[in-house]
């Protein structure tokens, strides 16, 4: 891996270029001007009181260095962890409440701009919750969802509604450890109350809160967020997009948005397209209104509209520089305070839209679901407004790349059997006989103190040349999507043998978007889906699959990390790891799990052992569960998959929005 580059991507290479010529400083160079403080990056620092910070350095540390309390580094690392898992549960699921009030509010007629898009998936919720839904007004089943929904926040005891999801073997193993969380709230609070000083000292005791925490968000927050998305907006099925800096144009206004609650990015995308939107642009000399996304609002919006992408986290500054956007709205996670300042730059308009995050050098158009549309028209006039400000300078760039994305539980079980059989044993089949040798998950951010996006695509490419599967969601979709990796094609021309044939004979590209971050729960129910239709593992442990966030940056990330690893999954991480300085805090999370649940969470800042230790866990687990050997080239026995001509003559498969893919629309 070239680590004298700032970015792989050569267009972000470009701009960042541009920028060191304009005196432009962005992400990249700051990293390099910060360099990490070398206790904190590996957990050894405790501030949690103010007898501290306390630093516990030097080689015997984890023996003999005590905080003033007397805390052991043992404590203190896993005091770290737990609170960054907290801090990531709190920040998906937070989110995912907005969405059950969004809901409730749709369902009691108080947000007249949204309406209950897919009644079948509401009802295959209803059903998992418990709830009557037949001959029942469609506003009641949502109020009862959103209402049941909302209750898994604030409840103090029992289990939260969706861990019943999960294979019967795994919830044995969580109530085995006492790790099914009881309320999303009370877990978060919980964790920050444990970890506050001189409370909970045992890091084994406080790290087994912290897969409870993790569980939360998981089976908690992000799968009440994919779902009520899914309810609101429908239920994605494949879909063309483009994605890089060349998605903008020079002679339209280009509105983008970042961040990631869908709501009002729905709402735009619902309004920009009214002839009075489009009148106004006009008036203010554009030929039109360009609406793109950056990092996972992106994701929601090209997964069910087809709208262009900008990419990920690195890209948002990357994408002012170019000079030709007019406004940026901006919500929550993962937005870069420096777009304020460097907005000033340039002539974009940054637009925060959440009462929850302001910043300085933006506007601020406050989101509100009772007036959705109204402040969606007030943004879309505000880029409009901001057009005949556009300046002549800026790294214009104009490649970009074709991706397919929109790769739902739903629609994978779909494209396996069509609509009445609908099922996932064709890819179990392909998994058994070795033509696929396993399934990856390949998420997280995009980071600057690597050459960024790079670790992403290494990955992708070699995975996939092992006939390895891969799920990709988050800014990992986006790196992968703008290097243009998430085409059918790339199967034809990289994919190892036995991938490229099921990838040929489903119509599929060798890396499925699955969407956002919160996203991330559609593995787990695809995983769940795998282990109920047999042949494999009967639970989500020891299955050929391994999680990797090759690049992450965020709490969010880690809280991802420990969901999987509790529900069964190897985890690797890419960089140094936050908790390294302490032996013991590594050999729970990495031994110690796997000996109960049968996942773990590794760090590794070396691309290419990631990529073996991936592909020694998934054939470790082929081993255990007596798969064929994986060989490239040689595959056992299977059904033959369905193509995309024979699923059409199944009678009846014009199922709403699933039937094959859709152009973009964006
Ligand atoms: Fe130091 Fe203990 Fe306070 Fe942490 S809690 S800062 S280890 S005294
Ligand atoms: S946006 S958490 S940089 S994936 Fe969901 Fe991307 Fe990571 Fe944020």
């Not at 549960?89 to 409730?104: E, I, N, V």
């Not at 409840?155 to 109530?175: F, M, V």
């Not at 956007?325 to 002539?347: N, R, W, Y």
Request: net charge negative.
């Amino acid at each position: 891996m070239d680590k004298t580059i700032k970015s792989a991507s050569t267009s972000a290479e470009e701009i960042i270029e541009w920028g060191k010529q304009h005196d432009i400083e962005t992400c990249f160079d700051r990293a390099l001007k910060m360099k990490p403080c070398p206790i904190g990056e590996s957990g050894a620092c405790c501030k949690v009181c103010h007898m501290g910070p306390c630093r516990f350095t030097g080689k015997n540390a984890e023996e003999e260095a005590r905080g003033v309390c007397g805390a052991t580094l043992g404590t203190v690392a896993a005091r770290n962890m737990v609170r960054m898992i907290a801090a990531g549960t709190a920040a998906h699921s937070d989110h995912a409440r907005d969405m059950a009030l969004t809901l409730l509010a749709v369902a009691n007629g108080e947000a007249k701009d949204f309406k209950i898009t897919d009644v079948k998936k509401l009802y295959r919720v209803a059903g998992i919750l418990g709830i009557e839904f037949e001959g029942r007004p469609v506003n009641d089943v949502a109020r009862d969802v959103a209402t049941t929904f909302v209750e898994d926040f604030g409840r103090q005891k029992g289990e939260i509604n969706y861990t019943k999801r999960a294979p019967q073997k795994t919830q044995e193993r969580w109530r085995k450890w006492n790790i099914v969380p009881r309320g999303i709230d009370r877990e978060v609070v919980e964790a920050m109350h444990r970890t506050n000083i001189g409370v909970d000292h045992e890091p084994d005791h406080l790290l087994t809160h912290g897969l409870r925490v993790a569980l939360a968000d998981g089976w908690g927050g992000c799968m009440i967020s994919t779902d009520i998305s899914d309810i609101l907006f429908g239920t994605p099925s494949p879909i063309k997009a483009e994605a890089s800096f060349g998605i903008f144009k020079e002679d339209e206004v280009n509105l983008i948005v970042h961040g990631h609650e869908p709501t009002l990015a729905e709402v735009i995308v619902d309004t920009v397209n009214e002839p009075e939107m489009i009148e106004y642009a006009k008036s203010k000399g554009a030929k039109g209104i360009n609406l793109g996304g950056m990092c996972c609002t992106a994701n929601e919006i090209l997964m069910r509209h087809g709208i262009p992408t900008a990419g990920g986290f690195t890209n948002q500054e990357l994408g002012i520089m170019t000079g030709l956007i007019d406004a940026m709205t901006v919500d929550v996670q993962c937005i870069m305070p420096a777009i304020g300042e460097l907005s000033k730059k340039f002539h974009t308009k940054v637009i925060t839209t959440s009462e929850k995050a302001k910043m300085q050098g933006a506007v601020h158009i406050e989101y509100d679901e009772h007036r959705a549309k109204e402040v969606a028209r007030e943004i879309i006039k505000t880029a409009c407004d901001n057009f005949p400000n556009r300046k002549a300078e800026g790294s214009h760039i104009t490649l970009k790349s074709t991706l397919i994305g929109g790769f739902s539980e739903e629609y994978i079980a779909y494209m396996q059997g069509g609509k009445w059989r609908a099922s996932f044993r064709p890819l179990n089949d392909a998994i058994m006989a070795g033509r696929i040798r396993g399934v990856v998950g390949l998420a997280g951010c995009d980071n600057p103190r690597v050459a960024s996006t790079g670790i992403h695509k290494y990955l992708a490419t070699e995975l996939i040349k092992n006939d390895v599967l891969i799920v990709s969601t988050g800014c990992g979709s986006a790196a992968c999507a703008t290097a243009g990796y998430m085409t059918p094609e790339m199967a034809l021309e990289n994919a190892g043998p036995g991938l490229r044939e099921v990838c040929e004979a489903i119509g599929i590209p060798p890396i499925l978007h699955l969407g956002a971050c919160v996203d991330n729960s559609r593995i787990l129910t695809i995983a769940t889906a795998m282990a109920a239709e047999g042949g494999l593992s009967d639970e989500i442990a020891g299955m050929p699959a391994v999680g990797i966030a090759p690049e992450w940056m965020s709490e969010k990330a880690i809280a991802i990390g420990c969901y999987f690893a509790a529900s069964g999954v190897p985890v690797i991480f890419g960089g140094e790891s936050p908790v390294g300085a302490s032996k013991e805090v590594t050999k729970i999370m990495t031994e110690v799990w796997f000996e109960r649940f049968m996942g773990a969470l590794h760090f590794e800042p070396d691309p290419e052992k990631m990529l073996q230790m991936c592909l020694d866990y998934i054939d470790k687990a082929r081993e255990n569960l007596k798969l064929r050997k994986y060989e490239p080239g040689k595959f056992g026995a299977e059904r033959v998959l369905m193509d995309m001509a024979a699923r059409r003559e199944i009678k009846n498969t014009a199922h709403a929005g699933v039937g094959g893919i859709n152009e973009s629309q964006g």
